[in-house]
């Protein structure tokens, strides 16, 4: 059984009676709200695993309600809508929405988007700091510094860029980052991946349009390039 808490945000009283009936079932714990105010409210207060968001909510949209979440909070956040239009898919991710389920969904591909993404949040494998004059990253603790100011990165953006740095020099391909961030069962999705590539340059790159850390491998994919002088922090050798 799972144990995992869920907050599910949506202003149709007979969608949230279906999820919470199913996921409970599933044995989830199940919280739920009608508007994107609550929504914020309650992702504060209850500190969620994963938050199941409506784009279409009166007052305070979904996508408003997402970037309002990710102030404050790295839950994962699967966004669910009737629209199927890339652009619409797009803006949501854009906003710091891990995924994109359509309405009307199949409930098993729900659950299944809801484990993928619960497996996936958080993971630091032990990946030692990443430090340079112009960007620092303490794996451990989630915390990105750029020029000496800490910068907010959603969660698909943290690890995404956990990945790149792993294979620090090395090419990673779209396909290998898209299934290590988003899922075994993804692979074809670059768009998605474009997006997130794109919002950590305007957060960490000092000229997003000519980048120095996230290269562009064409045809490939991407590879994190640190600067000649930087190199990640190893423990100290002594010597004898």
Known sequence: MNSASILVVDDEPQIRRVLRSTLSFRGYTISEVSTGEEAVEAAGKLKPDLILLD???????????????????????????VRSAERDKVVALDAGADDYVTKPFGIEELLARIRATLRRHPSADALPPFVSKELSVDFEQRRV????????????????????????????????????????????????????????????????????FILTEPWVGYRFQPPKTAAPKTPARSSR
């Open 55 to 81: 784009v279409n909510l009166p007052g305070m949209s979904g996508v408003e309600t997402c970037r309002e979440i990710r102030r404050s909070s790295d839950a994962p956040i699967i966004m669910l809508t």
């Open 145 to 212: 510094t750029v020029a000496g100011e800490e910068v907010h990165l959603a969660p698909k953006e943290f690890e995404v860029l956990r990945h790149l740095i792993a294979n620090l020099g090395k090419p990673v391909t779209h396909r290998r980052l898209l299934q290590s961030v988003w899922g075994p069962e993804y692979g074809e999705e670059t768009e998605n991946l474009r997006v997130v590539i794109n919002q950590l340059r305007k957060k960490i790159e000092k000229d997003p349009s000519q980048p120095k």
